[in-house]
């Protein structure tokens, strides 16, 4: 049974920084692609950062290249998102997911960034 938990969230004035970090049971991550998603109410859901230590492979989208750094750390089997330089556009609920065969298959339960 695959588990993520997603912590290190919270309220920051713009400008500022906060580390998001994922730990995963039931699961190596080094073994798969792994990803940050947010997701503002009323809005889909939305591809952050991606990483796969096997390509190697790594993906920001364009709204974040320079200020959010996606990594991993196979010994405690965790992903963390640093974000810096925050901005109110950044609000949102980060949530960290995990690829299977068919798509994004696992999921976190979400930590809230709030940026004001």
């Known amino acids: 049974h695959v588990q993520l938990v997603e912590s290190g969230g919270g309220l920051v004035q713009p400008g500022g920084s906060l580390r998001l970090s994922c730990a995963a049971s039931g699961y190596t991550f080094s073994d798969k692609c792994v990803a940050w998603f947010r997701q503002v109410p009323g809005k889909e859901r939305e591809g952050v950062a991606q990483i796969n230590l096997r390509g190697p492979y790594v993906y920001y989208r364009d709204s974040v290249k320079g200020r959010f750094t996606i990594a991993q750390d196979s010994a405690k089997n965790s992903l963390y998102l640093q974000m810096r330089n925050l901005k109110s556009a950044d609000t949102a609920v980060y949530y960290c997911?995990?690829?299977?065969?068919?798509?994004?298959?696992?999921w976190g339960q979400g930590t809230q960034v709030t940026v004001s």
């Open positions: 997911a995990v690829l299977g065969s068919s798509g994004w298959r696992w």
